[in-house]
Structures are given as C-alpha cells and as structure tokens.
C-alpha cells in the first residue's frame, strides 16, 4: 500500500503553461504567455546582477523596502501589502486560509485556472458561474450565493477573455455578498486597462474588511521568470497570509529586481500605448480576414474561430510559421485562441499569418 492524497487532489489537471518551443523550428515566436512585449527593464535587470554577491544572504522576508516602493507607486499603504512568489502564491494561500472543506468557491465560467486548482487543493467546492458574453454576470453571481460561499475570485480584465466588469457593477456584486464573504479582484493587467469606469480594487479593500486586491510583476513590468506578486487587504487579512506564508517568499535578488522595476522611467506608459496601437492593429485585421476577434483590456486577444476544429487548423498553421499562441480549450473555450500582444513584428507575423490561414481554409 503507498500514501493516499485527499482524493480531491487527483481531480485537478495540473496547469500548463504557454509552450515556449515547437520541435524542428529554429525561429520561434512565443505568443502564449501574456508576458510584457519590451523585456525585461534595463533597471531591473541591472538590480539583479548587482545582488550575486549577496544571494548567500537571507532575503528580507518582510519585503518593507520592496512594500514600500510599491506603495508609493501605487497611493497605498505598505502595511498593507504582502508581497508572495507571483499573485500564485498569494491565491493559494487564501483559499487555504479561508476556503477547506464543506466551503465553496466561486469564479466565472471562463475565470482564470489557478483559482480552481488552488480552491480544488483547499478543500473547496467549485462554483463556476455562466458569463454573458464572455464576461462576469453580477445578476448570474448573487443568484448563486450559497451559506457555504467563503471566496469570490473575479480576474478583472479576465485571463483569457480579455473581458473587463466597470467599477460600479464591482461594487455592486460586492455590495450583494455576504460580509464574511471574501472577494478577490485579480488585476493582473490592471496596468493595461485605460477605460475611465475601471477601478483595480484598491477603493473597495479601503471600504471594508472583505476584499483582497492581487497584482503582478509579471506581465507590463517584465518579471515572469522571477515570480513576484502582491496583494492589498485588509488588516486582518494581511496578519492571516504573514502567519501562513513561508517566511521567505520572495528571493532578495527578485526584491531589487522589483523595486528597479518600479522605478523604470516611462516604462509602463511606453508599454500601454504599444499595447493600446498593436492590439487595436491586430484586432483590426483579424477582423478583416474574418476572424472573430472579442473586446480586450489586456495585452492579449481572444481570437475566435467558431469551432474546435478550425481553431486547431488554425494552431497547426501558426506553428508551422514558428508562431505559438495558446489554445484555450481547458476553459472551456475551444474554438478560440489566445494571442498575446507581443513586438509589433510579432504581432505583423500573427496578422498575415492568419489571414493566410483563412484565405486558404475559405479558398
């Protein structure tokens, strides 16, 4: 006989990540990721060669200096930010925290995959909630409020449909739950967003003691292969992840690195008006090939193609360029692909590309 797991644990598909190789192709673009389209920060990448000297060191594993950057880029207050291995880390140790068995677990239909294997791991039951349209359904939501509901999970824009809910019907869904619910707004791409309804979540972890806000290094500021991500909560919820997290969860070149980041003249704008010209680019001309293309707020597209098969055909024709994207057939969603937002050659490859692919399978 050999050790048993929970047997919940055997249920859950280990997440993949966005393919980075195609076998016998020299020249390969990696458009699956939703990684940031410029880099890595030159001064961030200077940050973490000046700490090879220091890694036989402990890191802080307060991270103050890095909780202090960002709260002073961000108006918040580093008291009340903690800082984790990637938004990853930080989604999983909520659901621990707050989730376990007999509790249940909302998310929508098309919602990021961690927040399922992280609840799935906790103990929780998963409620997955249709979206209208591919987005968030507040209505759809509160209907499906149950006694056991202890997490609400809201990726806001949403991974992968780029989907985005306004500040007010946020606020609303929150106003809907029951105050010992915990809700989680996921703004990964909140740097991304420019619509003037958007609010990341700040205003509503300010406004009680029931809401997280999670936020990333990993997509507009270039740091995906350090891992590092951060929340903002309430006191309470913050003295709950300090008791539970490792007490060295964030590397003290990867601290340095973020706090140079941060500190990157022109960065995130100089990459949200890239992000804003080539997405509206693409979107464009996919459009014109025939390609349903769904709205966006982040740095990628959801590119739908109406059935399994024909967005597989698709996939096919991409890599035979040395073009990977990511198929999204895990979440429900095999008919469409996802195209991250990359240089503006990249993104001129996908669009001819593509529009090859459809001239020949309408031809």
């Given at each position: 006989?050999?050790?048993?797991p929970?047997p919940?644990?055997?249920t859950?598909a280990?997440?993949?990540?966005?393919?980075?190789d195609?076998?016998?192709?020299n020249?390969?673009?990696?458009?699956s990721?939703n990684?940031?389209?410029?880099?890595?920060?030159?001064?961030a990448q200077?940050?973490?060669?000046?700490?090879?000297?220091?890694v036989?060191?402990?890191?802080?594993?307060?991270?103050?200096a890095?909780?202090?950057?960002?709260?002073?880029?961000?108006g918040?207050?580093?008291?009340?930010?903690v800082c984790g291995?990637?938004?990853?880390?930080?989604?999983?140790?909520?659901?621990?925290?707050?989730?376990?068995?007999?509790?249940?677990?909302?998310?929508?239909?098309?919602?990021?995959?961690?927040?399922?294997?992280?609840g799935?791991?906790?103990?929780?039951?998963?409620?997955?909630?249709?979206?209208?349209?591919?987005?968030?359904?507040v209505?759809a939501?509160?209907?499906?409020?149950?006694?056991a509901?202890r997490?609400?999970?809201?990726?806001?824009?949403?991974?992968p449909?780029?989907?985005?809910?306004?500040?007010?019907?946020?606020?609303?869904?929150?106003?809907?739950?029951?105050?010992?619910?915990?809700?989680?707004l996921?703004?990964?791409?909140?740097?991304?967003?420019?619509?003037?309804?958007?609010?990341?979540?700040?205003?509503?972890?300010?406004?009680?003691?029931?809401?997280?806000?999670?936020?990333?290094f990993?997509?507009?500021?270039?740091?995906g292969?350090?891992?590092?991500g951060w929340?903002?909560a309430?006191?309470a919820?913050?003295?709950?992840?300090?008791?539970?997290?490792?007490?060295?969860n964030?590397?003290?070149?990867?601290?340095?690195?973020?706090?140079a980041a941060l500190?990157?003249p022109?960065?995130?704008?100089?990459?949200?008006?890239?992000n804003?010209?080539?997405?509206?680019r693409?979107?464009?001309?996919?459009?014109?090939?025939?390609?349903?293309?769904?709205?966006?707020?982040?740095?990628?597209?959801?590119?739908d193609?109406?059935?399994?098969?024909?967005a597989q055909?698709?996939?096919a024709?991409?890599?035979?360029?040395?073009?990977?994207?990511r198929?999204?057939?895990?979440?429900?969603?095999?008919?469409?692909?996802?195209?991250?937002?990359?240089?503006?050659?990249?993104?001129?490859l996908?669009?001819?590309a593509?529009?090859?692919?459809?001239?020949?399978?309408h031809?």
């Amino acid at each position: 006989m050999s050790p048993k797991p929970r047997p919940e644990i055997m249920t859950i598909a280990p997440y993949v990540g966005g393919e980075a190789d195609i076998a016998g192709v020299n020249r390969v673009y990696k458009l699956s990721a939703n990684e940031g389209a410029f880099g890595v920060p030159p001064g961030a990448q200077e940050a973490y060669r000046q700490m090879a000297g220091e890694v036989h060191r402990y890191p802080d594993g307060g991270a103050v200096a890095l909780r202090r950057a960002i709260g002073a880029r961000f108006g918040l207050d580093p008291a009340r930010i903690v800082c984790g291995s990637g938004s990853d880390d930080l989604i999983y140790h909520l659901c621990l925290a707050y989730g376990g068995a007999g509790s249940e677990l909302m998310m929508t239909a098309h919602g990021f995959l961690m927040y399922q294997i992280a609840g799935t791991y906790a103990g929780c039951r998963i409620i997955k909630v249709a979206e209208r349209g591919l987005a968030a359904d507040v209505d759809a939501m509160l209907a499906a409020v149950s006694p056991a509901t202890r997490l609400v999970f809201l990726a806001n824009p949403n991974n992968p449909t780029g989907s985005l809910l306004p500040a007010a019907e946020v606020a609303r869904l929150r106003a809907g739950l029951p105050a010992e619910t915990l809700l989680v707004l996921d703004a990964a791409y909140a740097e991304y967003v420019e619509r003037d309804d958007y609010e990341a979540g700040a205003a509503l972890v300010d406004a009680g003691d029931n809401t997280v806000m999670t936020r990333t290094f990993s997509k507009i500021f270039g740091l995906g292969g350090l891992r590092l991500g951060w929340c903002y909560a309430p006191p309470a919820v913050v003295d709950v992840l300090n008791r539970v997290r490792e007490p060295f969860n964030v590397n003290a070149a990867v601290q340095a690195a973020g706090i140079a980041a941060l500190a990157e003249p022109g960065w995130v704008e100089r990459s949200r008006a890239h992000n804003r010209e080539q997405r509206e680019r693409l979107a464009t001309a996919l459009t014109a090939a025939g390609i349903r293309v769904w709205p966006s707020e982040g740095n990628f597209l959801l590119a739908d193609f109406a059935t399994p098969a024909r967005a597989q055909a698709a996939d096919a024709a991409l890599r035979a360029r040395g073009l990977i994207v990511r198929p999204v057939a895990s979440y429900g969603l095999a008919h469409c692909l996802r195209l991250t937002i990359g240089t503006a050659e990249e993104c001129a490859l996908l669009a001819d590309a593509l529009a090859a692919f459809m001239g020949s399978a309408h031809g």
